[in-house]
């Protein structure tokens, strides 16, 4: 069993940034890829950046690329979503999950899909406004 707490909810400007932390529970965390989420008002929710267990690699959605960073710390049992150049259109509720391994898989993009993951934080508002 994994518990995630989500913080660092926010209302920021436009061309803005704002960092993310998800802290788990338990002693293994670092055995499970972990990944942020998120959903708009209205909308499906939608992969935004994954990890690898090591923080050897990451993967992010095309809208993420250049101005989002995800990062790990296997020892304070975190993951971090640093985001620069934020949009209005990045304003949703944020939500950290972590996903087995082998559910996880790049090889087949399973990381990209909600459902490949087994925990999930209550989520944290982000504002973006123009």
């Known amino acids: 069993q994994v518990q995630l707490v989500e913080s660092g909810a926010g209302l920021v400007q436009a061309g803005g940034s704002l960092t993310l932390s998800c802290a788990a529970s338990g002693r293994t965390f670092s055995f499970y890829t972990m990944a942020w989420f998120r959903q708009a008002q209205g909308k499906e929710r939608e992969f935004v950046t994954a990890?690898?267990?090591?923080?050897?690699?990451?993967y992010y959605a095309d809208s993420a690329k250049g101005r989002f960073t995800i990062s790990r710390d296997n020892v304070k049992n975190t993951v971090y979503l640093q985001m620069n150049s934020l949009k209005p259109e990045d304003s949703a509720v944020y939500y950290c999950?972590?996903?087995?391994?082998?559910?996880?898989?790049?090889?087949?993009?399973?990381?990209?899909?909600?459902?490949?993951?087994?925990?999930w934080g209550q989520g944290t508002h982000v504002t973006v406004s123009s």
């Open positions: 990890v690898t267990r090591s923080g050897s690699s990451t």
């Open positions: 999950a972590a996903g087995l391994p082998w559910k996880t898989d790049a090889s087949t993009r399973a990381y990209y899909f909600s459902t490949s993951y087994d925990y």
